[in-house]
């Protein structure tokens, strides 16, 4: 079973250690306060970010996300998040077009070029922050 919004495993009834599951539970929380991380377009095309927490590859959790493009996108690119809680992010975008940051099937939100913003899932999209 996992908690409602973190999505975190928690510890069962006959579970002897417990170590694991807070560590699990500690990393998720560390990224939605304070993690930050790069998210790179390494080609020029939309991007989905990664949400493999086994393999510890998700590009989502992160309270702080720069987007870069080291090839360099040629038109606007969406940016899809998963349909799940998150923290409130600051989102950066350091690439050389506008990103939509959006639910898979919905409009979601723009953010120019070199802008810096706060955005959040709102339990359908992605939009702007207050």
Known sequence: MT???LNATELS????DGYATSNELDRVIEKAICGRITVDFTSDADRILDVDTAAGTEEWRDK????TDTTALTAGRD???PSEEGPEYI???STAQTL???ISGQSGVTIATTVIGRYYYDGTDIVAGP
């Open 100 to 102: 939509t940051l959006k």
């Open 13 to 16: 009834a006959s579970q002897v």
């Open 3 to 5: 908690t409602p919004y």
């Open 64 to 67: 702080f996300i720069t987007f």
């Open 79 to 81: 940016v899809t998040f």
């Open 91 to 93: 989102i950066k975008n």
